[in-house]
């Protein structure tokens, strides 16, 4: 098993962060300082090291210094599954001075961003996840595909083609008469997507419940879940063959055309599901328990998650952990930390109070930032 590691990290011009880097070995870190410091945002930096947009799901542009020109970089040496590496991303000026794609490079030469995940994986909990279990369907829809995400990199590729293939069919819908041998291009595309999306989460689901029936067995104190995905795609992949389900929803979309038409939207599909979690202790819906539970339950997820996607990629996932020591009591926070031990994963956990990290501070590096974003170590 690999641990992977992020040894340096380097923002330039990213968020509050003019420039900045932090040396961190190979060591797990916690980030203290008040709120408003940039805590946050060197997490959300590592967080584009992974296959999407991010632990806040932001614009290119929300990213870049308040004072820069719009362009951004992150940099950060990497041990991970193939040895040191330095991966790279960030948007540069193009001639006109207006912000280009964002860019990925791979020890500073062209790469595609789900090339990263050959050197590392990342995952997160963060404070905008606690009403995860109590919002709308589209939240766990994509709380779930970052869990798919994590063990199969090309998955958001598949998200991105279902997305447009969709849209593109919204467009032809929106036309008084749209020609029908478009729409049956368009929709036959769409069915072939949306098939291998729902295996894909179907599958890694079923690999995330053996995860947690594992974990059930070690009794600490994160509740355990059983979880299931609630859609008519992911419910056929168990019981017909691919082209069987392709063909069934591509008739699908041939029927309600006039209704989706009505509609604005495809009313049928994946992009419908929804990721239904049980709270096992009291065996009722996550949404139905107290706002504490659920927070345990989401940590004990991606406990449950982290073993995973080191079983079936060979090394150990970054985890990073915003503002959740602080609601935690002591207890928690020491099985927290040991089953992040027993996983050998690299975390970086953000807090205001350091007498939350008294307890670990002999086993971990910390350092203040500062209003400004400077940063301090801290012995």
Not at 37 to 63: D, Q
Not at 83 to 96: H, Q
Request: hydrophobic share 45%.
């Amino acid at each position: 098993m690999t641990a992977a590691r992020i040894r340096r990290l380097t923002l330039t011009k990213f968020r509050n962060y003019r420039a900045a880097t932090i040396d961190v070995g190979a060591g797990s870190v916690a980030l203290v300082g008040p709120n408003g410091a940039g805590k946050t945002n060197m997490l959300e930096a590592i967080s584009l090291l992974a296959p999407g947009r991010g632990l806040r799901y932001a614009t290119l542009e929300e990213m870049a210094f308040n004072e820069g020109d719009g362009a951004w970089a992150v940099s950060a040496e990497v041990e991970g599954a193939l040895g040191l590496a330095t991966l790279g991303t960030g948007i540069e000026l193009a001639a006109s001075e207006e912000a280009s794609a964002r860019k990925c490079r791979i020890d500073r030469e062209p790469a595609t961003m789900t090339a990263f995940a050959d050197h590392l994986r990342v995952l997160w909990l963060v404070p905008a996840m606690d009403g995860l279990f109590t919002g709308p369907a589209s939240d766990r829809r994509r709380f779930l595909d970052r869990l798919v995400l994590a063990i199969d990199a090309e998955h958001g590729a598949r998200i991105n083609a279902l997305d447009r293939a969709l849209r593109s069919r919204n467009r032809l819908l929106e036309q008084p008469q749209p020609d029908p041998h478009w729409l049956d291009a368009i929709e036959h595309e769409i069915a072939e997507v949306a098939v291998a999306v729902a295996a894909a989460r179907t599958d890694a689901v079923g690999r995330l419940s053996t995860a947690l029936a594992q974990r059930r067995a070690q009794h600490d104190a994160f509740p355990t879940a059983k979880i299931a995905i609630d859609g008519p795609i992911e419910a056929m992949v168990s019981h017909a063959p691919a082209v069987e389900i392709e063909d069934r929803y591509r008739s699908m979309l041939k029927a309600g055309r006039a209704r989706d038409a009505a509609a604005g939207r495809a009313l049928e599909g994946p992009h419908r599901s929804d990721l239904a979690v049980i709270y096992e202790p009291k065996n009722v819906g996550a949404h139905d328990v107290s706002t504490g539970e659920q927070k345990a339950l989401l940590i004990g997820l991606v406990l449950a998650h982290a073993g995973l996607v080191s079983e079936m990629s060979g090394m150990s996932p970054i985890v990073l952990l915003d503002e959740v020591a602080a609601h935690l009591d002591p207890d928690r926070r020491a099985t927290l930390f040991d089953a992040l031990d027993r996983l050998g994963v690299q975390f970086w956990i953000t807090g205001a109070d350091p007498a939350a990290f008294a307890e670990i501070r002999q086993r971990m590096q910390i350092f203040g930032i500062e209003a400004g974003g400077a940063i301090t170590r801290r012995e």
